[in-house]
Structure formats: structure tokens, C-alpha cells
């Protein structure tokens, strides 16, 4: 967590650029397995083929933020996220599948209610180029939440083997607290991925 000099603002805006994440290691430990002593040879007839995935919620008291994911979706553990969903499926090309992320900040010591969006966003972005270069961004309208201040912003990029790439991010400031979403896939992918990402959105739920 990377602060920077005197002023709150300056220090707000590169906190939030570190990408921090608060985690409950409970949360985040992969399941665990008894020893089998014997595993079953699968007949000729039963398959063998991993099931889709068929969503799940996430909800987390302590972060004060509920939402469900839709089939197709699989969380994934994170030491970077407090939620990351990678799609079901095949890789892409280059071994990274489409993503779909939940980040929420550690934060300095701040003045109570003072997290500026657009030093957020600035924050955001800065992280975003220290981690894959040149990138070229667009503000959108973002979706209706409520009880928050919010900003979407897409983000493409070439990365080093010369795929396009995209990130498409739901900044959120609620409760002093600053969360954010982002989807990020390949190019030709978005459309998909974007679909899952506004599902994700509407089924949002401030539980603090």
C-alpha cells in the first residue's frame, strides 16, 4: 500500500491506485478433501466432462456488499481480489480466461466521508497502466446504484503478444468504503463477458 505526501487527496488517490485488498482468509481458502484410498475407474458410459458451473452469491457482512454471479462462472481463489470469477471453458490463447474481479481497497487514515470519485478513478487508472502499459480509456454512463457515487470506464490495450485486450471497471464509493468491479477479457470476447458483468451489477446489494 503505496501512500503519498501530506495532503489527504494526493494520499487518497494513490491508496486507491495500490489495489490493496481487504481479505478474509476463510473466504478465500480453497475447500478441503478427504484422502481417498480407492478412486472409481468411470465405465464406458459415464462422462467425464466438468459440469458448468451454476453461479453462486457472494456475500460479505464484513465488506458490507452482497451479489450473485451467473452459470458459466466458477470463483477462483485470490490473493489480489476478495471475489475473482474466471468463465468456464477452454483458455484463450496465451492461457488467461476471461475474468470478472471485486476489489475493495485498504484506505489511509482520511477525513470521514471524503473520497473523492474522480481521485478514484485517477487512482484506478494509474494502477491499471503501471500493470499493462499504454492504454487508451473511455467514461461511460454507469449503471444505477444506489446509495453510492460511481464511475464505468473501459479501458483497451494491445498486450505483448499483440491480442487486444479490454477491462471494463464499475467504480464505487458507498459507506467510506471505494469497491470495484471489473470485467476484463479479450476483445472479441466482451460482448459475453459484458453480459455476465451487468447481470453481476443489477444483483448488487449494500448490506451496511
Excluded at 130 to 156: E, N, W
Excluded at 175 to 194: M, N, Q
Amino acid at each position: 500500500m503505496r501512500r503519498a505526501g501530506v495532503p489527504m487527496l494526493l494520499a487518497f488517490a494513490t491508496a486507491t491506485a495500490a489495489g490493496c485488498s481487504q481479505r478474509d482468509v476463510s473466504a478465500t481458502a480453497g475447500p478441503t478433501t478427504s484422502p481417498v484410498a480407492k478412486r472409481a475407474t468411470p465405465s464406458a458410459t459415464q462422462s467425464t466432462a466438468p459440469k458448468p458451473s451454476q453461479g453462486g452469491t457472494f456475500d460479505r457482512p464484513k465488506l458490507g456488499v452482497r451479489l450473485n454471479w451467473p452459470s458459466g462462472w466458477t470463483e477462483q481463489t485470490s490473493k489480489d481480489f476478495v471475489l475473482l470469477l474466471s468463465r468456464d471453458g477452454a483458455d484463450e490463447a496465451g492461457g488467461e480466461k476471461p475474468s470478472i474481479s471485486l476489489d475493495v481497497p485498504d484506505l489511509p487514515p482520511h477525513i470521514p466521508g471524503m473520497i473523492p470519485i474522480g481521485s478514484v478513478r485517477g487512482g484506478y487508472l494509474d494502477d491499471l497502466r503501471k500493470s499493462v502499459g499504454r492504454i487508451q480509456t473511455t467514461d461511460a454512463t454507469p449503471p444505477p446504484v444506489p446509495a453510492a457515487a460511481s464511475r464505468l470506464v473501459r479501458s483497451t490495450w494491445t498486450d505483448s503478444a499483440g491480442r487486444q485486450r479490454q477491462e471494463t471497471a464499475l467504480l464505487m464509493v458507498h459507506a467510506d468504503r471505494v469497491y470495484i468491479l471489473r470485467a476484463r477479457s479479450a476483445t472479441p470476447d466482451e460482448p459475453g463477458v459484458r453480459a455476465a458483468f451487468d447481470e453481476i451489477v443489477r444483483s448488487l446489494k449494500w448490506t451496511k
